[in-house]
């Protein structure tokens, strides 16, 4: 099992930056699939990016590409969103999300509030 604990969220304006980081403790950090999802109210949660467990295969949502980009640490069992150019529109409550086989978990959430 994996407890995940988000931080790096909070108020931005517009075309600012944040990075979002996602501690990871327990066993075997380094053979999961991590992802951030983002959850805005009134809608569903969606995948944001996901990384694969060596840091490779990045993928991105196609609402931010060219200005998030994912990373992980796998020494210091730490996975990373920067955001840059931010939008009213990334709005969100992140999480992140670790995946081994059929088992999947989540951190608490951290918001990010992008003011026009």
């Known amino acids: 099992q994996v407890q995940l604990v988000e931080s790096g969220g909070g108020l931005v304006q517009a075309g600012g930056s944040l990075r979002l980081s996602c501690a990871a403790s327990?066993?075997?950090?380094?053979?999961?699939?991590m992802g951030w999802f983002r959850q805005a109210p009134g809608k569903a949660r969606g995948i944001v990016a996901r990384?694969?467990?060596?840091?490779?295969?990045?993928y991105y949502a196609d609402s931010v590409k060219g200005r998030f980009t994912i990373s992980r640490d796998n020494a210091k069992n730490t996975v990373y969103l920067q955001m840059n150019s931010l939008k009213p529109e990334d709005t969100a409550v992140y999480y992140c999300?670790?995946?081994?086989?059929?088992?999947?978990?989540w951190g608490q959430g951290t918001q990010v509030t992008v003011s026009a």
């Open positions: 990384i694969n467990s060596s840091g490779g295969n990045p």
């Open positions: 999300n670790a995946v081994l086989g059929a088992s999947g978990y």
């Open positions: 327990g066993r075997a950090f380094n053979g999961y699939v």
